[in-house]
């Protein structure tokens, strides 16, 4: 987690914010507690906004507005740090996902790596040629598929393309057991698991893969990118996630007819 003294203001919008609220309060001679008072969060909370570790939600922004009269300053600095790429968002992102409710995921590229066998993780991470440490890079990934085997495990949607289970990633085997693990996923309570059919090439998925995760009552997307990828928890961002996803899950098979594509490519790659 960043420290106050860590910040880095000038290539971090987030980091930006949090050091711009810590200098309008010392400039107002107001403690963490009593600008907490204000924006009806504890102390802790504010702590947390100006140390990085914690974002300054849209709402409250918009409060630090009023009460300095910014003319928008914080409401605008949160806007453009929700738009930026966050160099933090994969740790901030898998924070989330351990958490979350629900974990809703469409896969334009590749199987997400919730749903990936190891064999499969492999030979995307050895394929991929970016790491050096393949076997860290491997572990982190399976670390993370703990999230099936919580008490109460969080509801599972995928919506993957059907070229993305066509393709041989690892050879014929490795697919083919990858094809099975979905197939059997997609039999657990509480876990869906449907295809974009080729024939829908046009579709609200075209501009790539993301992910929406519930956390209570608040959500958070993630979208992906090469090098990185952007964390969004703006309520009006993530209505248009909602909405993308809603529409994909309109153009894909039915849960059945998707098993049945999953059996006729296992057996096309015996």
Known sequence: MPKIDNLNPDHNPWHWMA???RIWRLERNLSQTELGEI???DGSTVSNYESGTSKVPLEKAEILDQLWRTRGHFARLRRYAEAAHDPNWFNAYTKYEERAD???VYSALVIHALFQTEEYARALIEGAQMVDD???TLSARMARQAVWSRFEPPEMRLFVRQSVLEDPV???EVMRAQLG???ELSHRKGTVVRALPKAKAAHAGVDGSFTILRIGQ???AWSAAVGGGRLVSDPELIRDYRLRYEL??????SRDSTRSLLRDLMEAMK
């Open 218 to 220: 608040g959500e958070h």
């Open 170 to 172: 690892g050879g014929p």
């Open 102 to 104: 629900a974990i809703n």
């Open 248 to 253: 994909i899950g309109d153009d894909s098979l």
């Open 181 to 183: 693990h979905l197939l």
């Open 19 to 21: 050091v711009d609220l």
């Open 39 to 41: 924006l009806r969060v």
């Open 134 to 136: 393949v076997e860290g």
